[in-house]
Protein backbone atom coordinates (compact mmCIF):
# COMPACT_ATOMS: atom_id res chain seq x y z
CA UNK A 1 0.00 0.00 0.00
CA UNK A 2 1.00 3.21 -1.08
CA UNK A 3 0.40 6.62 0.61
CA UNK A 4 -2.07 5.48 3.13
CA UNK A 5 -0.92 5.60 6.88
CA UNK A 6 2.36 6.99 8.56
CA UNK A 7 5.46 7.28 6.77
CA UNK A 8 8.74 7.95 7.73
CA UNK A 9 11.39 8.24 4.99
CA UNK A 10 15.24 8.52 5.49
CA UNK A 11 14.46 10.78 8.45
CA UNK A 12 17.30 12.53 10.18
CA UNK A 13 17.86 14.26 13.28
CA UNK A 14 20.99 15.82 15.21
CA UNK A 15 21.63 17.83 18.22
CA UNK A 16 24.01 20.29 18.27
CA UNK A 17 25.94 18.53 15.34
CA UNK A 18 25.58 15.57 16.83
CA UNK A 19 23.70 13.00 14.83
CA UNK A 20 20.77 10.67 16.80
CA UNK A 21 18.35 9.49 13.96
CA UNK A 22 20.67 8.94 11.03
CA UNK A 23 18.25 7.16 8.36
CA UNK A 24 14.81 5.97 9.52
CA UNK A 25 12.72 4.92 7.35
CA UNK A 26 9.11 3.01 8.54
CA UNK A 27 5.37 2.48 7.94
CA UNK A 28 2.37 2.14 10.04
CA UNK A 29 -0.34 1.47 7.96
CA UNK A 30 -4.04 1.49 9.31
CA UNK A 31 -4.62 -0.97 11.87
CA UNK A 32 -1.49 -1.86 12.55
CA UNK A 33 0.31 -2.20 15.93
CA UNK A 34 4.02 -1.57 15.21
CA UNK A 35 6.92 -1.04 17.62
CA UNK A 36 10.12 0.32 17.82
CA UNK A 37 12.64 -1.44 19.87
CA UNK A 38 16.03 0.35 20.59
CA UNK A 39 19.38 0.68 22.94
CA UNK A 40 18.81 3.33 25.30
CA UNK A 41 19.68 6.19 23.83
CA UNK A 42 19.36 5.56 20.41
CA UNK A 43 16.46 8.13 19.51
CA UNK A 44 13.32 6.49 20.06
CA UNK A 45 11.73 9.61 21.65
CA UNK A 46 13.32 11.31 19.33
CA UNK A 47 11.26 9.41 16.56
CA UNK A 48 8.18 10.70 18.87
CA UNK A 49 8.73 14.04 19.49
CA UNK A 50 9.28 14.48 15.59
CA UNK A 51 5.90 12.83 15.39
CA UNK A 52 4.17 15.38 17.58
CA UNK A 53 6.01 18.23 16.35
CA UNK A 54 7.99 19.04 19.08
CA UNK A 55 11.20 18.60 16.88
CA UNK A 56 11.82 19.14 13.37
CA UNK A 57 13.65 16.89 11.18
CA UNK A 58 17.03 17.78 9.67
CA UNK A 59 15.98 15.76 6.55
CA UNK A 60 14.00 13.30 4.77
CA UNK A 61 10.09 12.82 5.04
CA UNK A 62 7.41 12.31 7.16
CA UNK A 63 3.97 11.58 5.64
CA UNK A 64 0.15 10.48 6.75
CA UNK A 65 -1.57 9.27 4.28
CA UNK A 66 0.62 10.66 1.50
CA UNK A 67 0.61 13.80 2.79
CA UNK A 68 4.19 15.59 4.34
CA UNK A 69 2.99 16.58 8.35
CA UNK A 70 3.01 20.12 8.52
CA UNK A 71 5.28 21.01 11.74
CA UNK A 72 3.54 21.12 14.80
CA UNK A 73 0.12 19.85 13.67
CA UNK A 74 -0.98 17.82 16.35
CA UNK A 75 -2.30 14.97 14.09
CA UNK A 76 -1.95 12.02 16.50
CA UNK A 77 -2.11 11.32 19.79
CA UNK A 78 0.00 10.47 22.40
CA UNK A 79 0.64 9.11 25.35
CA UNK A 80 3.88 10.09 27.20
CA UNK A 81 6.10 7.67 29.62
CA UNK A 82 5.15 8.15 32.85
CA UNK A 83 3.41 10.92 34.70
CA UNK A 84 0.82 11.66 32.66
CA UNK A 85 -2.00 12.10 34.11
CA UNK A 86 -2.26 15.39 36.10
CA UNK A 87 -2.10 14.83 39.57
CA UNK A 88 -4.60 18.03 40.50
CA UNK A 89 -7.13 16.76 38.89
CA UNK A 90 -10.19 14.47 39.06
CA UNK A 91 -10.26 10.63 36.79
CA UNK A 92 -12.71 12.34 34.90
CA UNK A 93 -11.29 15.26 34.33
CA UNK A 94 -7.51 14.04 33.35
CA UNK A 95 -9.46 11.59 30.66
CA UNK A 96 -11.28 14.68 29.05
CA UNK A 97 -7.99 17.22 29.13
CA UNK A 98 -7.04 16.27 25.41
CA UNK A 99 -10.18 17.04 24.35
CA UNK A 100 -11.21 19.89 25.71
CA UNK A 101 -7.81 21.11 25.00
CA UNK A 102 -8.85 20.53 21.26
CA UNK A 103 -11.92 22.96 22.05
CA UNK A 104 -14.49 20.84 23.34
CA UNK A 105 -16.62 21.88 25.82
CA UNK A 106 -16.27 19.98 29.30
CA UNK A 107 -19.99 18.70 29.21
CA UNK A 108 -19.57 17.39 25.79
CA UNK A 109 -16.49 16.10 26.22
CA UNK A 110 -17.47 14.24 30.04
CA UNK A 111 -20.43 12.14 27.08
CA UNK A 112 -17.82 10.93 24.91
CA UNK A 113 -15.49 9.47 27.77
CA UNK A 114 -18.16 8.14 30.35
CA UNK A 115 -19.42 5.41 28.34
CA UNK A 116 -15.97 4.32 27.99
CA UNK A 117 -15.02 3.99 31.53
CA UNK A 118 -16.14 0.39 32.12
CA UNK A 119 -14.50 -0.85 29.16
CA UNK A 120 -11.04 0.63 30.21
CA UNK A 121 -11.61 -1.14 33.39
CA UNK A 122 -12.21 2.46 35.42
CA UNK A 123 -16.06 2.13 36.09
CA UNK A 124 -16.55 4.22 39.89
CA UNK A 125 -13.63 5.79 39.93
CA UNK A 126 -14.24 8.69 37.90
CA UNK A 127 -13.99 11.15 40.56
CA UNK A 128 -10.85 9.88 42.09
CA UNK A 129 -7.85 11.72 42.02
CA UNK A 130 -4.49 9.66 40.52
CA UNK A 131 -2.60 9.37 44.06
CA UNK A 132 -5.67 6.94 44.58
CA UNK A 133 -5.53 4.94 41.66
CA UNK A 134 -2.65 1.76 41.08
CA UNK A 135 -0.38 2.24 38.66
CA UNK A 136 -2.07 -0.09 35.82
CA UNK A 137 -5.23 2.00 36.56
CA UNK A 138 -3.20 5.12 35.89
CA UNK A 139 -2.27 3.92 32.39
CA UNK A 140 -5.41 3.04 31.56
CA UNK A 141 -6.49 6.20 32.29
CA UNK A 142 -4.00 7.87 30.38
CA UNK A 143 -5.07 5.71 27.24
CA UNK A 144 -8.59 6.57 27.39
CA UNK A 145 -7.40 9.80 27.35
CA UNK A 146 -5.43 9.34 24.48
CA UNK A 147 -7.85 7.07 22.66
CA UNK A 148 -10.87 9.05 23.18
CA UNK A 149 -9.27 12.28 20.98
CA UNK A 150 -10.17 9.97 18.01
CA UNK A 151 -6.92 11.02 16.01
CA UNK A 152 -5.48 8.78 13.10
CA UNK A 153 -2.58 7.12 14.81
CA UNK A 154 -1.48 6.65 18.59
CA UNK A 155 1.46 7.24 19.60
CA UNK A 156 2.28 5.41 22.82
CA UNK A 157 6.22 6.12 24.48
CA UNK A 158 6.44 2.50 27.11
CA UNK A 159 3.65 2.89 28.87
CA UNK A 160 4.19 0.25 31.02
CA UNK A 161 7.60 0.33 32.00
CA UNK A 162 7.11 1.99 35.18
CA UNK A 163 4.90 -1.19 36.82
CA UNK A 164 5.71 -4.49 38.25
CA UNK A 165 6.75 -7.01 36.19
CA UNK A 166 2.86 -8.88 37.00
CA UNK A 167 0.49 -6.15 36.21
CA UNK A 168 2.56 -5.11 33.23
CA UNK A 169 1.58 -8.87 31.59
CA UNK A 170 -1.97 -7.60 32.63
CA UNK A 171 -1.63 -4.69 31.04
CA UNK A 172 -0.31 -5.99 27.53
CA UNK A 173 -2.42 -8.65 27.52
CA UNK A 174 -5.38 -6.16 28.16
CA UNK A 175 -3.73 -3.91 25.18
CA UNK A 176 -3.85 -6.74 23.17
CA UNK A 177 -7.59 -7.58 23.50
CA UNK A 178 -8.36 -3.51 23.57
CA UNK A 179 -6.63 -3.74 20.38
CA UNK A 180 -8.02 -6.03 19.19
CA UNK A 181 -11.53 -4.91 19.50
CA UNK A 182 -10.94 -1.18 18.06
CA UNK A 183 -7.96 -1.70 15.44
CA UNK A 184 -6.25 1.81 16.51
CA UNK A 185 -3.25 2.04 14.30
CA UNK A 186 -0.63 2.15 16.93
CA UNK A 187 3.26 3.45 17.29
CA UNK A 188 4.79 1.80 20.31
CA UNK A 189 7.85 2.45 22.01
CA UNK A 190 9.04 -0.08 23.78
CA UNK A 191 12.52 -1.19 26.04
CA UNK A 192 10.65 -4.37 26.77
CA UNK A 193 11.32 -7.11 23.94
CA UNK A 194 8.31 -9.42 24.94
CA UNK A 195 6.05 -6.70 24.69
CA UNK A 196 6.95 -6.04 21.59
CA UNK A 197 6.49 -9.69 20.22
CA UNK A 198 3.60 -10.00 22.22
CA UNK A 199 1.13 -7.06 20.67
CA UNK A 200 2.78 -6.29 17.46
CA UNK A 201 2.34 -6.69 13.65
CA UNK A 202 5.76 -5.68 12.86
CA UNK A 203 8.81 -4.40 15.09
CA UNK A 204 11.40 -2.08 14.25
CA UNK A 205 14.57 -2.46 15.60
CA UNK A 206 17.01 0.17 15.93
CA UNK A 207 20.88 0.03 16.28
CA UNK A 208 22.71 2.38 18.41
CA UNK A 209 22.82 6.01 17.99
CA UNK A 210 23.01 7.33 15.51
CA UNK A 211 20.16 5.20 15.08
CA UNK A 212 19.07 3.35 11.64
CA UNK A 213 17.08 0.83 11.27
CA UNK A 214 18.85 -2.27 11.80
CA UNK A 215 15.88 -4.95 11.22
CA UNK A 216 12.23 -4.94 10.64
CA UNK A 217 10.58 -8.19 11.70
CA UNK A 218 7.43 -8.79 11.01
CA UNK A 219 5.47 -11.00 13.35
CA UNK A 220 3.20 -13.25 11.53
CA UNK A 221 1.62 -14.81 14.80
CA UNK A 222 -1.84 -14.72 14.70
CA UNK A 223 -4.13 -12.49 16.94
CA UNK A 224 -5.17 -13.53 19.57
CA UNK A 225 -1.35 -14.21 20.09
CA UNK A 226 -0.19 -17.50 22.26
CA UNK A 227 0.31 -16.40 25.27
CA UNK A 228 4.34 -15.09 27.06
CA UNK A 229 6.41 -17.98 27.09
CA UNK A 230 5.39 -19.72 24.64
CA UNK A 231 7.64 -21.02 21.67
CA UNK A 232 6.14 -18.90 18.99
CA UNK A 233 6.52 -15.43 21.32
CA UNK A 234 10.38 -16.80 22.40
CA UNK A 235 11.24 -16.97 18.65
CA UNK A 236 10.23 -13.52 18.07
CA UNK A 237 11.88 -12.24 21.27
CA UNK A 238 14.59 -14.00 20.15
CA UNK A 239 14.82 -12.54 16.69
CA UNK A 240 14.39 -9.35 18.37
CA UNK A 241 17.02 -9.99 20.88
CA UNK A 242 19.23 -11.33 18.33
CA UNK A 243 19.36 -8.30 16.47
CA UNK A 244 19.44 -6.13 19.15
CA UNK A 245 22.64 -7.87 20.48
CA UNK A 246 24.42 -8.26 17.29
CA UNK A 247 27.71 -6.23 17.11
CA UNK A 248 26.88 -5.24 14.03
CA UNK A 249 24.52 -2.93 14.80
N1 LIG B 1 16.04 18.23 22.72
C1 LIG B 1 17.24 17.63 22.79
N2 LIG B 1 18.38 18.36 22.78
C2 LIG B 1 19.58 17.77 22.82
N3 LIG B 1 19.77 16.43 22.86
C3 LIG B 1 18.69 15.65 22.87
C4 LIG B 1 17.36 16.22 22.83
N4 LIG B 1 16.45 15.18 22.83
C5 LIG B 1 17.20 14.05 22.89
N5 LIG B 1 18.52 14.34 22.90
C6 LIG B 1 19.61 13.36 22.90
O1 LIG B 1 19.34 12.44 21.85
C7 LIG B 1 19.70 11.13 22.24
C8 LIG B 1 18.51 10.23 22.05
O2 LIG B 1 17.50 10.54 23.03
P1 LIG B 1 16.11 9.82 23.08
O3 LIG B 1 15.43 10.27 24.33
O4 LIG B 1 15.40 9.99 21.80
O5 LIG B 1 16.56 8.29 23.23
P2 LIG B 1 15.69 7.01 23.63
O6 LIG B 1 16.07 5.94 22.67
O7 LIG B 1 14.25 7.37 23.72
O8 LIG B 1 16.29 6.73 25.06
P3 LIG B 1 15.71 5.86 26.27
O9 LIG B 1 15.51 4.50 25.72
O10 LIG B 1 16.81 5.89 27.28
O11 LIG B 1 14.44 6.52 26.72
C9 LIG B 1 20.20 11.22 23.68
O12 LIG B 1 21.60 11.26 23.66
C10 LIG B 1 19.62 12.52 24.16
O13 LIG B 1 20.45 13.10 25.14
Known amino acids: MTGAGLELRRVRKSFDDRPVLDDIS ?75 VAGMKRKAARARVAPLFAEFGLDGFERHFPAQLSGGMRQRAALLRTVVQGKAVLLVDEPFGALDALTRTQMQQWL ?10 VLLITHDVREAALLSDRVYVLSARPARIARTIPVWLPHPRPAAGSPEVATVEAEILNTLFNPEF
Open 26 to 100: LVVRPGEFVSIVGPSGAGKSTILNLLTGRLTPDGGEMLHDGVPLASGSYRFAFMPQRDALLPWLRIIDNTTLGLE
Open 176 to 185: AAMWMRHRWT
